[in-house]
């Protein structure tokens, strides 16, 4: 059974730069997955950051950005605030959608 | 604006079944897909499956089948996910998301609905 695979926790200072990552357990993402990404705070529905690899949903700051590196999907934050500090899911269509287990951001 | 109103919190006796529902407004009905996702306490987030709008096709996470239905009324711009044989670990909030067809992501959420599974 493929897993979708991102990083548990990372941290960032206010002002840097992190990017979070999106795996599988059995192979590489692509651009056919449609990798989109989503953004969590506790007690709140997600919030649409990205969709299609690389398209910032409407009313999202261009210091969010996605890619594909290497064999992954990866979410790039430019100029992190502290309001970034949240949950970051990943999702990829195989067939049927498959989530990411979340990494949870840090931002201090 | 587009916006998925979900119905209100449930609980439930193990064994029970429950069906929520989300009323879209703000965009034409059909010209989308309908997914539900569930988070569990404390938990991520689980897709659950995805029903077309437009003609009622669906597509269920495999580790569901046989215990969700889902479907529309689209005189009433409403999706209802039924989960039956609940038990203790279908506790979460349940969302109804907007499925974009073509780029197959989640664009608009509904608030989302507390199921309690309790004896």
């Known amino acids: 059974q493929t897993v979708v695979t991102q990083e548990p926790s990372f941290s960032v200072s206010p002002g840097g730069t992190v990017t979070l990552t999106c795996g599988l357990s059995s192979g590489s993402v692509s651009t056919s997955y449609y990798p989109s990404w989503y953004q969590q705070t506790p007690g709140q529905a997600p919030r649409t950051l990205i969709y299609?690899?690389?398209t910032r949903s409407s009313g999202v700051p261009d210091r969010f950005s996605g890619s594909i590196l290497g064999n992954k999907a990866a979410l790039t934050i430019t100029g992190a605030q502290a309001d970034d500090e949240s949950d970051y899911y990943c999702?990829?269509?195989?067939?049927?959608?498959?989530f990411g287990g979340g990494t949870k951001l840090t931002v201090l | 604006q587009v916006q998925l109103v979900q119905s209100g919190a449930e609980v439930k006796k193990p064994g029970a079944s429950v069906k929520v529902s989300c009323k879209a407004s703000g965009y034409t009905f059909t010209s989308y897909g309908i997914s539900w996702v569930r988070q569990a306490p404390g938990q991520g987030l689980e897709w659950m499956g995805w029903?077309?709008?437009?003609?009622?096709?669906?597509n269920y996470a495999q580790k569901l089948q046989g215990r969700v239905t889902m479907t529309t009324d689209t005189s009433t711009s409403t999706a209802y996910m039924e989960l039956r044989s609940l038990r203790s670990d279908d506790t979460a909030v349940y969302y109804c998301?907007?499925?974009?067809?073509?780029?197959?992501?989640?664009?608009?959420w509904g608030q989302g609905t507390l199921v309690t599974v309790s004896s």
């Open positions: 998301a907007r499925t974009d067809n073509h780029d197959l992501y989640f664009d608009y």
């Open positions: 299609s690899t690389n």
């Open positions: 999702v990829l269509y195989m067939g049927s959608v498959l």
């Open positions: 029903i077309s709008a437009y003609n009622g096709n669906t």
